[in-house]
């Protein structure tokens, strides 16, 4: 895995702390400010590697898209109040300083990417029982919880059961994860229904603060972070490939899926499909907060 460095220049007020495959963490100079400062880069991802070149403008616009969809949810979040630096005004958020869960809290309401593998090879999905004769991108009797360890930087992220997020957090902490999670999912998907669109999976990250209260953290129902489908054309009856018109980052998962057999360093990203898949980000702004 390629380890990213920090793309944003020296910001003052701020220190920077860390940074993960498409976001930088500042820290508050002042000791008394524990906020944090999260930065969305341009950087984008796939299979666990940083991709080159970025996608213009995507830390705006999944910032945009994140503050928009915690806007909408009725649930405890990390932002927090005051100025962002104008460095990075539109690609940043102010947030509370959390106790990040180490879960990263998948929830599946239709068939396809790892799920769709797993389900070809064992009838399952992170060890979930799942109806025979499902075909890729089927929708699901009913939305399910499947959670990922999130592994230090370096490592791949790893499908879990719930029995080991048990293990990780205990039983009363995954309990929540899992409720929380499946109860934003069906809020949010009713929201991108009204839109004409699928939110056919999405991943959430929580944290907890100094008073130990659950919070929605990080980035929440992006481009990155969740596959949107247009509505119409899943409805449509067409091949899987057709059908699941997406407003997410698949079209860089495909190209690269045709185009990379997985070891070494990944090959850079044709210009065509850098600019298809900035053009899909902002159309699902566009249909979202139209």
Same mark, same amino acid.
Not at 93 to 102: I, K, R, V
Not at 121 to 146: H, K, M, W
């Given at each position: 895995m390629s380890t990213p460095t920090s793309e944003a220049n020296s910001i003052p007020g701020w220190r920077h702390l860390y940074s993960g495959k498409v976001r930088d963490l500042y820290a508050s100079a002042d000791p008394a400010d524990t906020r944090i400062l999260v930065v969305a880069s341009d950087r984008v991802?796939?299979?666990?590697?940083?991709?080159?070149?970025?996608?213009?403008?995507?830390?705006?616009?999944?910032?945009?898209?994140?503050?928009?969809?915690?806007?909408?949810?009725?649930?405890?979040?990390?932002?927090a109040q005051g100025e962002i630096p104008a460095e990075?005004?539109?690609?940043?958020?102010?947030?509370?300083?959390?106790e990040m869960l180490p879960i990263e809290c998948v929830v599946r309401g239709?068939?396809?990417?790892?799920?769709?593998?797993?389900?070809?090879?064992?009838?399952?999905?992170?060890?979930? =029982?799942? =109806?025979?004769?499902?075909?890729?991108?089927?929708?699901?009797p009913e939305p399910?919880?499947?959670?990922?360890?999130?592994?230090?930087?370096?490592?791949?992220?790893?499908?879990?059961?719930f029995e080991k997020t048990i293990e990780l957090v205990g039983?009363?902490?995954?309990?929540?994860?899992?409720?929380a999670s499946l109860a934003i999912y069906a809020r949010a998907a009713s929201i991108a229904g009204e839109h004409g669109l699928i939110l056919a999976d999405t991943k959430f990250e929580f944290g907890t603060d100094a008073e130990g209260t659950l919070r929605l953290a990080d980035e929440v129902l992006t481009s990155d972070s969740s596959r949107y489908w247009d509505a119409a054309a899943w409805e449509s009856g067409q091949t899987p490939s057709e059908r699941m018109a997406s407003f997410d980052k698949q079209i860089v998962r495909n190209w690269l899926a045709a185009n990379w057999d997985k070891q070494g360093e990944p090959p850079a990203l044709p210009e065509e499909v850098v600019e298809r898949t900035a053009a899909r980000y902002r159309e699902l702004i566009k249909r979202l907060t139209a």
């Amino acid at each position: 895995m390629s380890t990213p460095t920090s793309e944003a220049n020296s910001i003052p007020g701020w220190r920077h702390l860390y940074s993960g495959k498409v976001r930088d963490l500042y820290a508050s100079a002042d000791p008394a400010d524990t906020r944090i400062l999260v930065v969305a880069s341009d950087r984008v991802s796939a299979f666990d590697f940083v991709l080159s070149p970025g996608i213009p403008e995507k830390g705006a616009l999944l910032t945009q898209l994140s503050r928009w969809w915690f806007a909408q949810l009725d649930f405890p979040n990390h932002l927090a109040q005051g100025e962002i630096p104008a460095e990075v005004s539109d690609r940043a958020m102010l947030a509370q300083s959390l106790e990040m869960l180490p879960i990263e809290c998948v929830v599946r309401g239709y068939i396809t990417g790892s799920g769709w593998i797993e389900y070809r090879e064992s009838g399952t999905v992170c060890g979930i =029982p799942l =109806p025979a004769g499902l075909q890729n991108g089927d929708r699901l009797p009913e939305p399910i919880f499947t959670p990922a360890y999130k592994a230090p930087m370096g490592e791949h992220d790893e499908n879990i059961t719930f029995e080991k997020t048990i293990e990780l957090v205990g039983a009363e902490r995954a309990a929540e994860l899992r409720a929380a999670s499946l109860a934003i999912y069906a809020r949010a998907a009713s929201i991108a229904g009204e839109h004409g669109l699928i939110l056919a999976d999405t991943k959430f990250e929580f944290g907890t603060d100094a008073e130990g209260t659950l919070r929605l953290a990080d980035e929440v129902l992006t481009s990155d972070s969740s596959r949107y489908w247009d509505a119409a054309a899943w409805e449509s009856g067409q091949t899987p490939s057709e059908r699941m018109a997406s407003f997410d980052k698949q079209i860089v998962r495909n190209w690269l899926a045709a185009n990379w057999d997985k070891q070494g360093e990944p090959p850079a990203l044709p210009e065509e499909v850098v600019e298809r898949t900035a053009a899909r980000y902002r159309e699902l702004i566009k249909r979202l907060t139209a």
